[in-house]
């Protein structure tokens, strides 16, 4: 079964407006991290932002925003007030933290967002 | 300087070439990682280094050889590689392994053609 899952392959937003990238995981440990990732065209995987399975608040970093329910296993991405440069692939990710040695990160496929002027 | 750097940004070669992927990372960290990005697949993980120890090797063809010679700096040697191989090369670094919270940041990435 797939640690990630990323439903969504593409979604368009109207600049100015918030979108929601969807986000679901699999994972049988207690203690985990989910990050997320964007993506642009020049291929640099930049970090946005990360939620701990023991956090009770979701994270927030600036306009983005993450819907955290730990009931359903999904870890939506929201991004708030859309702007052009914010037009990337976003990656959802996790690391079980039961793991031991390498931090190995779980990868969704990925989820393109263009928006739209 | 930026986080994580790599060099060449592009690389084309032929399957009898050998060449070598540069990463280095300005951050401090302990741990440093090869990922490929292929068309429509997830990012695999190639190898993750720790203190300049080899701590992950996941089930890479012999034909990529890491190399690690300090915390800093994190090599991908290349040769006899096959047209499948051509794909996004992603260098990464943590600040270790020790928990689910080490974020990951990554480098720009090599786009390595094999033709």
């Known amino acids: 079964a797939q640690k990630i899952t990323q439903t969504q392959p593409g979604m368009f937003v109207q600049e100015k407006e918030a979108v929601t990238l969807d986000c679901t995981y699999d994972?049988?440990?207690?203690?985990?991290?989910l990050f997320w990732y964007k993506q642009p065209s020049s291929g640099e995987m930049i970090f946005l932002i990360y939620?701990?399975?023991?956090?009770?608040q979701n994270a927030t970093e600036g306009r983005y925003s993450l819907n955290f329910q730990k009931a359903r296993k999904s870890a939506n991405l929201v991004i708030s007030a859309s702007q052009l440069g914010d037009s990337a692939m976003y990656f959802c990710a996790m690391r079980e933290g039961a793991q031991t040695g390498a931090n190995n990160l779980f990868f969704g496929t990925g989820t393109r967002l263009t928006v739209i002027p | 300087e930026t986080g994580v750097t790599q060099t060449p940004r592009h690389l084309v070669m032929g399957m009898t070439n050998k060449k070598s992927l540069k990463c280095e990372q300005h951050l401090g960290h302990n741990a440093m990682y090869w990922y490929k990005q292929s068309a429509k697949k997830p990012l695999e993980l190639m190898f993750v280094?720790?203190?300049?120890?080899?701590?992950e090797n996941n089930s890479v063809p012999s034909r990529f050889s890491p190399e690690c010679p300090n915390s800093s700096h994190l090599f991908l040697h290349l040769h006899t590689l096959q047209p499948e191989d051509s794909a996004l090369y992603l260098c990464a670094s943590s600040q270790g392994l020790a928990d689910s919270t080490d974020t990951q940041y990554f480098g720009p990435g090599t786009r390595l053609t094999v033709l």
């Open positions: 280094y720790s203190l300049e120890e080899r701590v």
């Open positions: 994972t049988s440990d207690q203690s985990y991290g």
């Open positions: 939620q701990g399975s023991y956090d009770e």
